[in-house]
């Protein structure tokens, strides 16, 4: 484990980098993941769950779809779009993928989402550097996609996809997003970014960032400019994100007067990644509360 200090105001303390503290919460040695065949097979591709815990959620009811768009440089951007059927003008909520793309686990978030009532749809911010999902090799899935998606090429991203939602079914006035992990890290960046975002929720993101030249910006610097209420949810038990961190970025809330309504939960017995139920990380009891949680959040801020 490495003293992680990136914002001179914080206390130096000892952060799991983001790739170790993955491989921690898959329940493989780090051996097997760096050598991509049980990573891939696994965790990426994740075609079908892969863990008896998986839940699968019934499309009856749903409309589901494979869409692209052209995004704000022109690039075609991807999405998976899950809504429900018959019902026009659901309000719109964005679905943040983790490092691995839009697998099968995302899009079923967004078949949650939408037994809801919403209209959830997941774009690949990874997929002018990639197939994220088809990456065996978990240095080469950092490398040569994760770290190459810009903070300015992510936000922008969204907010085509925002737009294209609200002209294809959705209710574009009525604007909620998620995200885990690397999601999870979006979402703050995002509330921040977005005068037009009703609400977030965002499960373990990274609230102190390794700051890069694609990725400058660090959640707890950005709290003065939140312009949207968020959920932030974490787990006690997390290496990458110490109860620290979510202290520090609970007390700049705080000063920046954005607490309440934002807010942060930290769920004791959990780990990162407790919300996916495809792998051994998967806390049933803090991903229950979690999500329902969520659905009340969405519901006060989104739904309205």
């Not at 965790?43 to 499309?59: E, G, R, Y």
């Not at 294809?168 to 921040?192: E, M, N, P, Q």
């Not at 994100?241 to 309440?260: H, Y």
Request: proline share 5%; net charge neutral.
């Amino acid at each position: 484990m490495t003293a992680d200090r990136t914002d001179d105001s914080l206390p130096a303390v000892e952060r799991l980098p983001e790739d170790r503290n993955w491989i921690g919460s898959t329940g493989l040695a780090r051996r097997q993941v760096l050598a991509g065949g049980a990573f891939a097979a696994g965790f990426a591709a994740a075609c079908q769950p892969v863990a008896s815990s998986a839940i699968q959620t019934s499309a009856d009811g749903l409309m589901e779809e494979n869409v692209h768009f052209p995004a704000s440089d022109g690039f075609s951007l991807p999405a998976f779009v899950a809504r429900p059927a018959g019902k026009k003008s659901a309000p719109v909520i964005v679905v943040v993928h983790e490092i691995f793309g839009v697998h099968e686990w995302i899009r079923d978030i967004c078949r949650r989402f939408a037994k809801a009532g919403y209209y959830a749809i997941a774009p690949d911010l990874f997929a002018r550097h990639g197939d994220a999902t088809k990456v065996t090799d978990f240095r080469l899935l950092s490398s040569t996609i994760v770290s190459k998606a810009s903070d300015a090429q992510v936000l922008a991203d969204v907010d085509t996809t925002y737009a294209w939602a609200g002209a294809h079914g959705g209710d574009g006035s009525k604007r909620g997003i998620t995200g885990f992990c690397w999601g999870g890290r979006v979402v703050w960046l995002y509330a921040a970014h977005s005068a037009l975002l009703d609400a977030g929720v965002a499960f373990y993101g990274r609230l102190v960032s390794q700051k890069t030249e694609l990725q400058p910006l660090s959640a707890i610097e950005e709290v003065a400019k939140l312009k949207a209420p968020v959920l932030g949810q974490y787990g006690a038990l997390d290496k990458g994100i110490p109860v620290t961190d979510v202290e520090a970025m609970r007390a700049a809330l705080k000063a920046a007067g954005k607490s309440p309504p934002d807010s942060l939960t930290v769920y004791e017995g959990a780990d990162h990644g407790f919300m996916a139920d495809y792998r051994p990380s998967y806390n049933e009891a803090a991903a229950k509360q979690a999500w329902t949680a969520t659905l009340d959040w969405f519901g006060k801020y989104v739904k309205r």
